[in-house]
């Protein structure tokens, strides 16, 4: 059974940095076809894709977002950490992590999780 | 980047009838090696996370009702749910996963006329 659970801090102040932690279970990121991803929410507003991590090691990024994102993983924690620096009042979201598997190619997300809501103020 | 436009933005459908969403995207996103459509659509209901219903534009994800199915190819998609019921009530987005960023479209909320 997989599942995701995401944790950080629920305010921070503007340009501040933020990090986030995505630990999941039921699958490993070390060996399998496997990807996680991160997306966020505005309240009230749309989806928006932020970055994901592949089991090979390999990143992508928004690409507004690319210079203040960073993603890692620890496969020895079954953990994946988003850091975004600079942060703005205009980031305050929910943010979501979420498992991309892999069967004859690869799929979208299948499993998320239940997401962390982020405040920026000061 | 692809760019992901959904349509309409909002629509209210009576119990019973059929629902239809367009997705189009910015470019082709049918991957050649496998014939699929690397297009996805997401429910969400208020205060959950989303529930992926369909995946290569056109296969049912686990556990979801055979009134939703998915149809397109290349750049033009559709989520249709037929015999709508009061559950079903939701935004609904697609996603493009075939080049990242893997971008959403913009939802659309359905309601109950």
């Known amino acids: 059974q997989i599942t995701l659970k995401e944790s950080g801090p629920t305010l921070v102040k503007p340009t501040q940095t933020l990090t986030l932690t995505c630990t999941f279970s039921?699958?490993?990121?070390?060996?399998?076809?496997?990807?996680v991803g991160w997306i966020r929410q505005p309240p009230g507003k749309a989806l928006e894709w932020l970055a994901l991590?592949?089991?090979?090691?390999?990143?992508f990024f928004s690409t507004p977002l690319k210079s203040r994102l960073t993603i890692t993983k620890d496969t020895s924690k079954n953990q994946v950490v988003l850091t975004m620096t600079n942060m703005d009042p205009v980031d305050t979201a929910t943010y979501y992590c979420?498992?991309?598997?892999?069967?004859?190619?690869?799929?979208?997300?299948?499993?998320w999780g239940q997401g962390t809501l982020v405040t920026v103020s000061s | 980047d692809i760019v992901m436009t959904q349509s309409p933005d909002s629509l209210a459908v009576s119990l019973g009838e059929t629902a239809t969403i367009n997705c189009k995207s910015s470019?082709?996103?049918?991957?050649?090696?496998?014939?699929?459509?690397?297009l996805a659509w997401y429910q969400q209901k208020p205060g959950q996370p989303p529930k992926l219903i369909i995946y290569?534009?056109?296969f049912r994800g686990s556990g979801v009702p055979d009134r939703f199915s998915g149809g397109g190819s290349g750049t033009d998609f559709t989520l249709t749910i037929s015999s709508l019921q009061a559950e079903d009530v939701a935004v609904y987005y697609c996603?493009?996963?075939?080049?990242?960023?893997?971008?959403f479209g913009q939802g659309t909320k359905l309601e109950i006329k």
């Open positions: 979420a498992h991309q598997g892999f069967n004859s190619g690869w799929y979208p997300f299948d499993y």
């Open positions: 039921g699958f490993s990121l070390s060996s399998t076809e496997v990807g």
């Open positions: 991590i592949y089991y090979n090691g390999n990143k």
């Open positions: 470019q082709s996103i049918l991957y050649n090696s496998n014939n699929q459509n690397y």
């Open positions: 290569w534009a056109a």
């Open positions: 996603q493009q996963y075939y080049d990242p960023p893997y971008s």
